[in-house]
């Protein structure tokens, strides 16, 4: 009997054991892999122990499903366009997966200790596709920078679809976890908040639309814009600018860190961008009793260097579509924060807006609750 | 427009806010609900923050999928036998989720502390599942004794059918964890070690074949044994053994606390019983370079009083299938430990075998990597 070509294994002929060795050879390459601690333990046991130093952690837990979340394989992403930038395959669930676990516990103002993988999927998926999401969830620890992250444990199951369910844990150092809800004394200080944003907002979003345009017809979208006679845009080079977005869409990378450096210049309130900045900067502003009020001069701004993208696309009104990106679409886990009125915008971010008192006067971008951003029930 | 019936509302038309309500109205009637430390933080942010007193956390996680791991309706729950009983809906996958990670908890020797769900599933879920589901997880943290655990967060998506990720963290309250790896010294002064056993074997296994009968088939089997001329075990009441081995599927009852006793009692090595005694007893043995040898005493004991069911439910060779639910059914998880050959037996423990070295005699039952028990992608 000849072995099956790697190729076309299968994870159904692998069983468990097989499968975890895979696994754990590319969790092997986050820079933390070997360093466990005197009194942890590191997975293979019915759960691991991890060191906590100032007697708490930070925990978060996101689970993507197939088809929802993610594809197994994007309309756009085999060709030239994408080729060998590791785009297929698992890779890109697994940094995604890692990615907005590792945004949570920066949301927080943590540090990333550990992510957990619970991970079901059908015997027939293919070996590669696993061996590149492990790779992927490893090449986000490293690439973006959790450099005190290890992988600490996880579960297989089977189902008819993949499922990929990632805990992240983080210390705080000390350091008082930054919240949503504004601390008490915060509200008597101050009457405006600036809303400031460290990451992009609207790539992820465009991206979306790069990646589910068929091959074919996202190659005559950008061949023609190219050739069209805006030559200002066909500067901005529309087909860098749609691998740009899918990448942002694909990998997305939160600024780790940023929720420190923002904790650290007073930052009162902070959450992470995953459903939209309108729908989330809403949240910041009801769960606090206050009104979200967007920048539209931030919001034009982001969204002036995507306008080309969406008029190559040949989606309608490529203006709006784009200001639409930027305000409404989510998965680029930007971090939010909100700071006393006037205060310094830390390094890294940018003033987008501010949260006023919900009596406040009426402005262009309101509060996100309708207005657009995502929910997985509603469609909307 | 008439409010559509409760029995008949689904999560679609709730959206994720509806859905967080339903969920923590039921988790907020576990023990520890109300009581978050100072320098904590509960659910709803990006993240949550949980006292860790020693300055480690134990943590694992584990996924169920639909129709794999748990079923929405199991052919026998509807009916007289099990009305009443509140198997059917979601309360029972509820409970497991929460059992099987409190249960590996337990088998470090740490006190559960906090659950984090992640929940998948299509916006047809019925809302009253979910509601089940969640009572279900708030059930089996109050019932099974799990006092210091809070729910801490938590994850929705839309996924075609329902997957439940269930991650728990523990304390160790400054003890050492207990590994399914022997500590280095054990190894030079024990030459045999005793395998006890915390909990039972075998009726989680006995329960699927319950639950998977069809009703009508199901009541004739049991009616039929019921008249039939062995008195003594009608005796023993097939009806009420049904019963019993079908909760003990649906509603696993890990020991919390065993893990402790058995720490103190000087366990060397310890692991729950999640794929069967044969097979985990084989990887706590084949961790250490050992062999396991399950006392055929033990597995004939623990299944006489399974064997009236198995004759009952038609089964072929009704000794041999009790004592395979006995050596090879998962589920029960039970509590597998090690100690040092002629130890006292701790409370609520009964040995069930040895670990011996791997030159040692040829035993009746050996080593379970392919004896038996469950492997997820091999389907054995």
Tied chains: 1, 2.
């Excluded at 600018?241 to 899918?246: E, R, S, V």
């Excluded at 539209?296 to 709006?320: F, G, K, T, Y």
């Amino acid at each position: 009997m000849t072995p099956t070509p790697r190729a076309r294994q299968t994870v159904g002929g692998l069983g468990e054991s097989g499968i975890l060795r895979i696994l754990n050879r590319r969790f092997a390459t986050v820079p933390a892999a070997g360093d466990w601690p005197e009194g942890t333990v590191g997975p293979g046991d019915d759960a691991a122990v991890v060191a906590a130093p100032d007697g708490r952690f930070v925990i978060t837990t996101d689970a993507m499903a197939q088809d929802r979340d993610f594809r197994l394989h994007w309309p756009a992403v085999h060709g030239v366009m994408f080729d060998g930038h590791g785009f297929a395959g698992g890779y890109s669930t697994g940094w995604k997966a890692a990615a907005q676990n590792l945004s949570d516990i920066n949301a927080m103002g943590g540090e990333p200790s550990g992510l957990l993988l619970a991970l079901t999927m059908p015997p027939t998926t293919p070996v590669t596709w696993i061996d590149g999401l492990a790779a992927g969830l490893a090449g986000a620890v490293r690439h973006l920078g959790a450099t005190h992250c290890r992988i600490v444990g996880g579960d297989l199951g089977s189902d008819d679809r993949i499922t990929v369910a990632v805990t992240a844990t983080g210390d705080l150092d000390g350091r008082p976890a930054v919240l949503r809800i504004l601390p008490p004394a915060a509200h008597a200080v101050t009457v405006d908040l600036d809303l400031v944003l460290c990451g992009r907002a609207g790539w992820a979003a465009a991206g979306l639309d790069v990646l589910e345009t068929p091959r074919g017809r996202l190659d005559a979208l950008l061949r023609a814009a190219e050739q069209a006679e805006h030559v200002e845009e066909a500067e901005h080079g529309v087909r860098r600018l749609a691998a740009l977005a899918a990448a942002a869409q694909l990998r997305p990378r939160p600024v780790l860190g940023a929720g420190r450096v923002a904790a650290e210049a007073g930052a009162l309130a902070m959450m992470d961008v995953s459903d939209g900045v309108l729908k989330d900067a809403g949240r910041l502003a009801t769960a606090n009793g206050l009104r979200a009020e967007l920048d539209p001069d931030w919001v034009r701004r982001e969204a002036s260097v995507l306008v080309p993208l969406a008029r190559a696309l040949d989606l309608e009104n490529a203006q709006r579509t784009a200001e639409r990106w930027v305000s409404a679409g989510g998965e680029d886990y930007g971090l939010l924060a909100a700071l006393p009125g006037g205060a310094a915008v830390p390094a890294g971010f940018r003033r987008i807006g501010c949260l006023v008192a919900e009596s406040g006067a009426t402005a262009a971008w309101e509060n996100g609750g309708s207005a657009g951003g995502w929910d997985h029930f509603t469609d909307r």
